[in-house]
T-cell receptor, first 116, second 117 residues
Framework: AQSVTQLGSHVSVSEGALVLLRCNYS??????LFWYVQYPNQGLQLLLK??????LVKGINGFEAEFKKSETSFHLTKPSAHMSDAAEYFC??????????????FGTGTRLTIIP | EAGVTQFPSHSVIEKGQTVTLRCDPI?????LYWYRRVMGKEIKFLLH????????ESGMPNNRFLAERTGGTYSTLKVQPAELEDSGVYFC???????????????FGPGTRLTVL
């Protein structure tokens, strides 16, 4: 069975500082990995996804994540936080048996607060 | 292009009542998923439709939940009778059919917040 662990349910960073949100996964098959973001009163929006191509994945809004198989990690980073980054972030995993059309297994989410 | 829409955005019902949630996927998307987030916990998969067929319903909690997808278009999720533990946010997502070298994205709706009193 697949699982995702997100360390830190709440993370606060100062505006302009590095954002690092941690995600570790467990999967018995080569996984697909995703980061979604949920802004207040909105649905989940895909930030980026890893699908076995390049291990460093660039997403929207300046975010990127690196797939590290040896560490079973897929941490999300952004060099400089902006006030508009305040949201809840979800890491998710799926297996690749059906070209991505499989259920997602999510972590518990990390709420990011940006300090002015 | 319109995104995934869900109705209602909020629903407050009493224990024992029936509630029906609706999801309209992105036009042309064959895959439709339902997920649920109970307060403070992870978003959990409920079921997956491919067109009008249930591909995977392993996440449905019990037989009080009934999902349908009429003609492969919109989907409904009925809870009957509702219990207190059914409270949470119900998300719907849709995606196109994947190809051999292409991985599609699940696009999520804004969710329906269900409160059972």
């Amino acid at each position: 069975a697949q699982s995702v662990t997100q360390l830190g349910s709440h993370v606060s960073v100062s505006e302009g500082a590095l954002v690092l949100l941690r995600c570790n996964y467990s999967s018995s098959v080569p996984p697909y990995l995703f980061w979604y973001v949920q802004y207040p009163n909105q649905g989940l929006q895909l930030l980026l996804k890893y699908t076995s191509a390049a291990t460093l994945v660039k997403g929207i809004n300046g975010f990127e994540a690196e797939f590290k198989k040896s560490e079973t990690s897929f941490h999300l980073t952004k060099p400089s936080a902006h006030m508009s980054d305040a949201a809840e972030y979800f890491c998710a995993v799926s297996d690749n048996k059906n070209f991505g059309n499989e259920k997602l297994t999510f972590g518990t989410g990390t709420r990011l607060t940006i300090i002015p | 292009e319109a995104g995934v829409t869900q109705f209602p955005s909020h629903s407050v019902i009493e224990k024992g009542q029936t509630v029906t949630l609706r999801c309209d996927p992105i036009s042309g998307h064959d895959n439709l998923y339902w997920y649920r987030r109970v307060m403070g916990k992870e978003i959990k998969f409920l079921l997956h439709f491919v067109k009008e067929s249930k591909q995977d319903e392993s996440g449905m909690p019990n037989n009080r939940f009934l999902a349908e997808r009429t003609g492969g278009t919109y989907s409904t999720l009925k809870v009957q009778p509702a219990e207190l533990e059914d409270s949470g946010v119900y998300f719907c997502a849709s995606s196109q059919e994947g190809l051999a070298t292409f991985t599609d994205t699940q696009y999520f709706g804004p969710g329906t917040r269900l409160t059972v009193l």
